[in-house]
C-alpha cells in the first residue's frame, strides 16, 4: 500500500488551494452574506481545469483521476463550501454523467462547456413531493411520433438551477414500469417551455443558487435523450455515487478549515492563567476531532481510488459519505463550543463552517439513505 500522492496529483492540489486562498477565501464571507453567485471564480475555476477534473482534455477537462478530485475538492471547500458545491454538481452529477452514458455528440457539445467554466451545469432529479425516493417523481415526459419527448411538471431544490445552462433532467416516461419507466435527457435552459422559480434562501452554502424550475410543453428532442429510454434511474443512482465522493471531500474540506481555527484558537485565548488548549477537556476534543477528520479523508481516498480502479465503489462512497458528513457536522460543533462567544459570532468563519457542514448530511442522499446502502451491500437484504 502507497500512500503518497503521485507528482498530478500534487498539482493540482497546489493549483485549487491557490485559487482558494487567494481568490475564494478572502471573498467567501461576503458570498456567504449575500449569495451572491460568484460566477468570476468558477469560471476561473474552470479555466484552471477544476470544473471538469476527472474529464478527458480532448473534451477540455484536466484528465486527471478520482484521487485528484477529492484533494481538489478538499482545497476549495475549505475555503468556501458554496464554491465547492458548484465545483461538485460541475463535476461529478453533470459531467461524470454524461462522459458515462452520453453520444460523442452530447460529449463534444455539453462536458466541454462546463468543464472549461464557459457554462454552468446542475442536475435535476429531487421535486416537491419526492427527494430520497426519487421512484415517486410525477415530472412526465411523452414521447411524439418523431422520437421526440415533451415535458411537463416540477423540480425542487436544484443547485445551479438560477445560472444553469444545461440541466440533466430525470423525468418519468412510463409510469407503470416504475424506476424502470424512468428516462435522463439534458436540457437547455435557453429554450421554451423552461421557467425558474425562487431562489431558495438557506441555512448554509448561501452563494451556491438553488431554486425550483418548470417545465411547461418543452420539447426535447431525440438526440438529447442522456443513455437510453428507461435507464434514467440507474444513471441517476450511478451518478450519485460519484457525486458522494465530491460530498465526503466538501464535508473534508469545511471540517479541516474549522478544525484549524481551533488549534491555533486553542493556543491564544487564555481562561484560568492558560491556554484553553492546556485543559485537558479541551484536549480530548481535539485528538477526537483530529481522529474524525484523517478517518474522512481515509476512507474518502480509498472511494476515488477503488472509483479511479474500474471497480464497484457504491458502498465505498456512501461509507465515505455518511463518515465524512457526521465528521464535519461533529467537528465543526465542537470548534464552535471550543471558540466559546465568538464562534457564535459573524466577526469568525466557525459559525458558517457549522452551517455549511449540515447540507452534507442531507443532499446526495441523506446519512440515514448511507445507512440503508451500507446495510443493504453488507447483508445482502433489502
Ligand atoms: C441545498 C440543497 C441543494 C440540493 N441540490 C439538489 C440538486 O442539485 N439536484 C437535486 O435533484 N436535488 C437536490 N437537493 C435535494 C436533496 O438531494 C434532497 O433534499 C435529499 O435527497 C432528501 O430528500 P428530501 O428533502 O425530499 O427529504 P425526504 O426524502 O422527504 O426525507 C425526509 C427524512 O426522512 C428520511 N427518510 C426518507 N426515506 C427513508 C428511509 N427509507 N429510511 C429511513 N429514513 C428515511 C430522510 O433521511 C430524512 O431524514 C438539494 C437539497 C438541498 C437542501
Excluded at 485559487?19 to 471573498?27: D, G, L, N, R, T
Excluded at 471538469?52 to 476549495?76: N, S, T
Aim: hydrophobic share 40%.
Amino acid at each position: 500500500m502507497d500512500f503518497s500522492f503521485t507528482e498530478e496529483q500534487l498539482m493540482i492540489q497546489d493549483v485549487a488551494r491557490r485559487i482558494a486562498q487567494e481568490k475564494i477565501a478572502p471573498s467567501a464571507e461576503h458570498h456567504d452574506q449575500t449569495g451572491e453567485f460568484p460566477l468570476d471564480n468558477i469560471r476561473l475555476l474552470g479555466e484552471n481545469g477544476l470544473m471538469g477534473i476527472e474529464v478527458p482534455e480532448a473534451y477540455g477537462g484536466a484528465g486527471m483521476d478520482p484521487v485528484a478530485y477529492v484533494l481538489a475538492m478538499v482545497e476549495v471547500a475549505a475555503a468556501d463550501a458554496a464554491h465547492s458545491t458548484i465545483m461538485s454538481v460541475n463535476n461529478s452529477l453533470f459531467c461524470n454523467g454524461i462522459l458515462t452514458h452520453g453520444t460523442e455528440a452530447q460529449k463534444q457539445l455539453y462536458v466541454s462547456a462546463i468543464a472549461e467554466g464557459r457554462e454552468i451545469g446542475a442536475f435535476a432529479l429531487t421535486e416537491p413531493q419526492s427527494g430520497s425516493d426519487a421512484t415517486a417523481m410525477r415530472c412526465r415526459a411523452v414521447k411524439q411520433a418523431d422520437g421526440s419527448f415533451v415535458v411537463n411538471g416540477k423540480k425542487s431544490w436544484i443547485t445551479s438551477g438560477p445560472v444553469a445552462k444545461y440541466i440533466v433532467l430525470f423525468a418519468m416516461t412510463d409510469p407503470d414500469k416504475g424506476a424502470r419507466g424512468i428516462t435522463a435527457f439534458v436540457i437547455d435552459t435557453a429554450r421554451q417551455g423552461f421557467g425558474r422559480g425562487k431562489t431558495e434562501p438557506k441555512l448554509g452554502i448561501r452563494a451556491s443558487a438553488t431554486c425550483e424550475i418548470e417545465f411547461n410543453d418543452y420539447v426535447v428532442n431525440a438526440d438529447e435523450v442522456l443513455g437510453n429510454e428507461g435507464e434514467g434511474f440507474r444513471i441517476a443512482m450511478g451518478v450519485l455515487d460519484a457525486g458522494r465522493i465530491g460530498i465526503a471531500s466538501q464535508a473534508i474540506g469545511i471540517a479541516r478549515a474549522a478544525y484549524e481555527a481551533t488549534i491555533e484558537y486553542v493556543k491564544e485565548r487564555k481562561a484560568f492563567g492558560q491556554p484553553i488548549g492546556a485543559f485537558q477537556m479541551t484536549q480530548a476534543k481535539i485528538a477526537d476531532m483530529k481522529c474524525k477528520l484523517d478517518a474522512a479523508l481515509l476512507l474518502t481516498l480509498r472511494a476515488a481510488w477503488v472509483k479511479g480502479q474500474g471497480q464497484r465503489f457504491s458502498n465505498e462512497a456512501a461509507i465515505a459519505k455518511l463518515t465524512a458528513s457526521e465528521a464535519a457536522m461533529w467537528i465543526t460543533h465542537q470548534a464552535l463550543q471550543i471558540h466559546g462567544g465568538m464562534g457564535y459570532s459573524k466577526e469568525m468563519p466557525i459559525e458558517r463552517y457549522f452551517r455549511d457542514a449540515k447540507i452534507t448530511e442531507i443532499y446526495e442522499g441523506t446519512s440515514e439513505i448511507q445507512r440503508l446502502v451500507i446495510a443493504r451491500h453488507e447483508t445482502g437484504l433489502r
